[in-house]
């Protein structure tokens, strides 16, 4: 094809035209692009429209050039616990009629290797960031939300720093020990990821959990019981911990773990022994994914709603993001006990 005969490239559609077609203010168009508070749903509409019948598209380098990505960073773990993907299809849901694109780093259990994608992160200009129960040390978080938006999923801890958003892990454990106690159990084990108070964060989720698991079986007059075993929230080492204490001579006759995720280690190890769920060991998970429920699992769990937990993070991120910067929020999910055929009286009673 001759060069005369090849078709010119269009003219680029900007945000001037999209609010002359929509007959409204450039202001206007950036309001609903950016999904900012308080722009009517009639301006919504008139807007969306003239975005799509332009076939409008926003130019990345431009916007970053004045100022702004349009990209949120979210930090987690690991991708094999299911209960981050119901919090992402939450930051999803809660951005999907904005202008910004979610990008996640799956930085693993290392502290270090956490640090390195926040400060990734941070080095391409993301306009804010979800951390979901970081491990990298709270005095570099604070410091990276004291430049960047930031909202901390998980950690009870407090700061002008950030906005944060929680379950209320002590009252979950309290809702497992209660249930279990009912059907006659005793020997309660807890397998919670290792928490430490010293040089980072003072109220990690499991720390939080183990409080709330430690003050129920006081409770119930069984503190002389408790039993603590710490593991990562992976199925390895949910297996791990399960032969340590379906082994051990004194079996506890029901395991709490602090993720669904563990609790399928534990099933697995259960497995191993030649021991079945729950006839011979009750077990109990927590953030009542989507597998807990399926028919040859059925497990026990405490939803603490991720769905709305990321929801809400990302509402508050934004709410930074476009400027607000007097206060710092705080949501506390209210944690429920889903009943389901992993628990069973204990053998014997």
Do not use: C
Request: aromatic share 4%; glycine share 8%; proline share 4%.
């Amino acid at each position: 094809m001759s060069a005369s005969s090849s078709p010119k490239n269009p003219k680029r559609v900007t945000i001037t035209d999209v609010a002359r077609h929509a007959g409204v203010s450039t202001a206007a168009v950036s309001k609903v692009m950016r999904n900012a508070y308080g722009v009517s749903p009639a301006m919504q509409e008139r807007v969306r429209t003239a975005i799509a019948e332009l076939g409008y598209r926003p130019h990345a380098a431009a916007r970053g050039m004045r100022g702004r990505t349009y990209t949120i960073g979210v930090l987690l773990d690991n991708v094999r616990n299911a209960f981050f993907a119901d919090i992402l299809d939450g930051i999803r849901d809660a951005l999907k009629e904005s202008e910004y694109t979610v990008l996640i780093g799956a930085a693993g259990f290392s502290a270090d290797e956490q640090s390195r994608t926040v400060r990734s992160m941070v080095d391409r200009q993301m306009d804010g960031l979800i951390l979901i129960a970081p491990g990298t040390p709270r005095s570099e978080v604070l410091a990276t939300a004291a430049a960047t938006p930031t909202v901390v999923i998980g950690h009870h801890d407090t700061s002008d720093a950030h906005d944060s958003v929680v379950d209320a892990d002590d009252l979950g454990a309290g809702l497992v020990v209660d249930h279990l106690v009912s059907l006659g159990h005793e020997d309660i084990a807890l397998v919670s990821a290792a928490g430490s108070k010293t040089g980072r964060w003072q109220r990690p989720p499991e720390i939080v959990l183990t409080d709330g698991y430690l003050q129920a079986m006081d409770r119930h007059g069984l503190r002389h019981r408790a039993r603590v075993h710490h593991a990562a929230y992976s199925d390895d080492g949910g297996h791990a911990a399960g032969l340590a204490l379906l082994s051990d001579a004194q079996r506890p006759t029901a395991i709490l773990t602090g993720a669904d995720v563990a609790a399928l280690g534990v099933y697995r190890a259960a497995d191993d022994l030649g021991l079945s769920v729950p006839h011979d060991v009750s077990l109990v998970g927590y953030n009542n994914t989507a597998i807990a429920s399926l028919a040859p699992v059925q497990l026990t769990s405490v939803d603490q709603a991720g769905h709305a937990m990321g929801e809400t993070a990302a509402r508050m991120l934004i709410e930074r993001v476009e400027g607000r910067r007097d206060r710092a929020m705080r949501t506390t999910m209210t944690p429920q006990l889903v009943v389901r055929r992993s628990t069973a009286a204990p053998q014997g009673s």
